[in-house]
């Protein structure tokens, strides 16, 4: 699997990271910011993001993914 991380929008964390806590309850885990805002695509979507949020995932599995993000160090 690829070491590659990807920008992600807010809409795609929430609908990957909202857990039903109780009947009418949510929780959200809170991302951490990576970098200030700049427009990127998101990955999982398509769509612009400025939010700073990166998810590890392999690339081959991201219908929206261009490819163009750095690589870590580690990766041959």
Known sequence: MSN???P???ACWIASE????????LEIRRPHMLIGPG???CCYCGKP????I???ADPAMLEHC???HDVDADTP
Not at 18 to 25: D, L
Not at 49 to 52: E, P
Request: with cysteine; net charge neutral.
């Open 4 to 6: 590659w991380t990807h």
């Open 8 to 10: 992600q929008c807010e």
């Open 18 to 25: 909202t857990t039903i806590v109780s009947y009418g309850t």
């Open 39 to 41: 427009i990127e695509m």
């Open 49 to 52: 993001t400025i939010v700073g």
């Open 54 to 56: 990166y998810r590890r």
């Open 66 to 68: 261009g490819g163009g």
